[in-house]
């Protein structure tokens, strides 16, 4: 759960720019069960990890994809319909350009859970 958490962060706070379509998610990036929840203006920042001092100096998100491999799910927060394609394909294990963060998780997940029996 921990980890989920950190890489939910760490997706929310990277700021979602623009997915790299080019470079294909890891061959045995899982199939995640993917939920989607429109939230408010404010409840997206909370569950995306901005503060208000962030939301003045950056600027707000417009939504955010939070995975959890413990639970094989995606949750995805919006504020806006118009992400929803770009935080899907984070739930597929596409990464933001000159990012490996999803895969770097991924990796970091199997290693930890090589004997867990699923």
């Known amino acids: 759960m921990k980890r989920a958490v950190i890489a939910?962060?760490?997706?929310?706070?990277?700021?979602?720019?623009?997915?790299?379509?080019h470079?294909?998610?890891?061959?045995?990036?899982?199939?995640l069960?993917?939920?989607v929840e429109e939230t408010g203006?404010?409840?997206?920042?909370?569950?995306?990890g901005r503060?208000?001092?962030e939301v003045i100096l950056i600027?707000?998100?417009?939504?955010c994809a939070y995975i959890n491999f413990d639970e094989m799910r995606c949750r995805i927060y919006l504020w806006l319909n118009n992400?929803?394609?770009?935080?899907?394909?984070?739930?597929?294990?596409?990464?933001h350009y000159g990012s490996s963060d999803l895969r770097d998780y991924w990796e970091?997940?199997?290693?930890?859970?090589?004997?867990?029996q699923r």
């Open 8 to 21: 939910a962060a760490v997706l929310a706070l990277a700021g979602c720019t623009v997915v790299n379509e």
């Open 23 to 31: 470079r294909a998610p890891p061959a045995d990036w899982p199939q």
């Open 33 to 35: 069960e993917v939920t």
């Open 41 to 48: 203006f404010w409840e997206t920042q909370e569950k995306c």
């Open 51 to 53: 503060n208000v001092a």
């Open 59 to 63: 600027g707000p998100m417009l939504g």
């Open 83 to 95: 992400v929803l394609a770009h935080e899907l394909l984070h739930c597929r294990g596409y990464d």
């Open 108 to 116: 970091t997940w199997k290693k930890e859970n090589q004997n867990v």
